[in-house]
């Protein structure tokens, strides 16, 4: 019988070849049979809207098989996931080789419970949604380390942290570059009913700290009474030996860390605008702080992952110095390719994950179904707690087959924010509930770019003979984004129902 489940579970790879046949047939059959719909896109200039026919395109012929040939490798060069992954890993490999990561998890969960490191782990990926998509190259990685030093199976670092990841991505305390392209939507769409409305940049703090540490809280829980027991079991293969720092280790993380520091210095020192000599990583030509840092022009958003690998990689080497695990330049040169070794198989799967996403993207299947759901809300004679849910479901659904945000709510804002201003909620509100509706299904699609990082991550740790099939993987998810999802309706219903402002200046009826 074990043999027989093993002949039938799919390599991650081959699911992901299928996936990508699936996709280009049903895109073939969607446009034969006419499958489209209409949105109306808002124009920022006339402030009017503009009616929006968008249809499926076959990829199921000969014109759809030259653009696969022709796109896919150009689009596996530019796909974000390869080169953050490539770039954070030589930052992480120094670190790990040269023992800082070793001794500073050492020193830093000396005294802790394991849930308590868990809980951190967790907390620390929820809210790195403030750095984008920078989380996911990073977080998921050194959380397989934190749990192998700590003598845990790592696969469940890499599950807590993908969740974390995941449920937080649409939680921020603090605006986000997303929250601000969000933003422009909602007043756009909220200025149509009510001229020169406004929102401001700490409006959703207050909820939005709620949420981040509740949570943070409840996937703690889930990992530690559901997950551990749903995960393949890891075996360690030398006896289990108690890490002591010494000498050498202080003095090593005593060099990391006054190193660090004087780089964190000289970083922030260059986000502080309008001080003397400083600031010269902003983009003065925006208005909001969180713009002029990842504006699509700004030094900071095009160099903020090799900014963070410089600053792992000084870590690193700083600590090799003074612990001495660094004697040479030969050493400093093998340990920057410490982390690459062995990631093949991941390296594949994101290849497979960029031909999947890009085919896709493509076909417009996933636009046309944001429009088609759109227009429930359009049609909605729904109010108060039911108009809610549909939008939060609504957002949810269309989450999977279209995870970026701003494409969707750039179609759903149109239609939601007159929708709820007309039953007295605020675009604030609204667009808060867009957001927590990410947590319920970001998880759970394969269509998200980073996605391939988690299942790689995954497989490398793997010990059993059969591999972690791609579904599986995303099983693993679906507790987290299910209680979650629930925790943030109930959040949403408690702050309609009480009136409890979102943040400051900021409530949930206009």
């Known amino acids: 019988m074990n043999k027989l489940k093993e002949k039938m579970t799919l390599n991650p790879i081959m699911t992901f070849i299928i996936l990508i046949f699936i996709t280009i047939v049903v895109s073939g059959f969607l446009s034969l049979i006419g499958f489209e719909a209409t949105y109306y896109r808002l124009n920022p200039n006339s402030q009017e809207y503009e009616r929006v026919l968008v249809t499926v395109e076959s990829l199921f012929s000969l014109s759809g098989v030259k653009y696969i040939f022709s796109s896919t490798v150009a689009n596996f060069v530019s796909f974000t996931p390869l080169s953050m992954l490539i770039i954070t890993l030589i930052g992480i490999g120094i670190m790990e080789k040269s023992g800082f990561l070793k001794s500073a998890f050492a020193l830093a969960t000396h005294r802790l419970q394991k849930n308590t490191i868990t809980f951190i782990l967790v907390f620390i990926s929820v ?75 700490f409006s959703f703090i207050l909820i939005m700290a709620v949420a981040v540490f509740a949570v943070s809280a409840l996937i703690t829980v889930v990992t530690e009474k559901i997950a551990v027991y749903k995960v393949p079991k890891y075996e360690f293969k030398e006896e289990k030996k108690e890490f002591k720092l010494g000498r050498r280790e202080y003095r090593g993380l005593l060099f990391a860390g006054i190193a660090g520091l004087l780089y964190l210095f000289i970083f922030i020192y260059n986000i502080i605008p309008n001080v003397p000599f400083g600031g010269k990583l902003l983009d003065y030509s925006q208005h909001f702080y969180i713009d002029k840092l990842f504006s699509y022009d700004s030094f900071f958003s095009n160099g903020f992952v090799f900014i963070v690998t410089i ?65 429930l809300l359009n049609n909605t004679s729904f109010s108060g707690i039911p108009l809610i849910i549909l939008l939060f479901l609504i957002s949810a659904v269309t989450n999977i087959f279209t995870p970026s945000p701003t494409t969707r709510w750039a179609i759903l804002a149109v239609a939601a924010v007159p929708t709820f201003m007309n039953n007295s909620m605020s675009p604030a509100f609204t667009q808060t509930v867009f957001r927590f509706s990410e947590a319920l299904t970001t998880g759970l699609t394969p269509f998200l770019a980073y996605f391939a990082v988690y299942l790689g991550y995954i497989e490398k740790y793997n010990q059993d003979e059969k591999p972690v099939s791609l579904f599986t993987s995303l099983k693993y998810q679906l507790p987290y984004g299910l209680l979650s999802g629930a925790l943030l309706l109930v959040i949403l219903m408690i702050w309609y129902l009480t009136g409890l402002p979102l943040g400051i200046s900021s409530s949930v009826t206009i």
Do not use: W
Request: aromatic fraction near 8%; proline fraction near 1%.
């Open 311 to 375: 600053f792992f990689i000084i870590l690193g080497l700083a600590y090799g110095i003074g612990a001495k695990t660094i004697k040479n330049n030969n050493d400093f040169c093998e340990d920057l390719g410490h982390s690459l070794d062995g990631t093949g198989h991941i390296l594949i799967l994101i290849l497979m994950a960029s031909i999947l996403i890009n085919v896709f993207k493509a076909t417009n299947i996933g636009t046309v179904l944001v429009a088609s759901l759109t227009e």
């Open 127 to 201: 809210i790195c949604s403030l750095f984008g998509d920078l989380g996911y190259v990073v977080v998921i990685p050194i959380s397989a380390l934190l749990f192998l030093h700590g003598r845990r199976n790592p696969i469940i670092g890499i599950v807590a942290a993908y969740a974390g990841l995941c449920c937080g991505s649409g939680l921020s305390i603090l605006f986000t570059s997303i929250d601000s392209s969000l933003l422009s939507q909602t007043i756009g769409s909220a200025n149509v009913l009510y001229s020169n409305f406004s929102i401001g940049t």
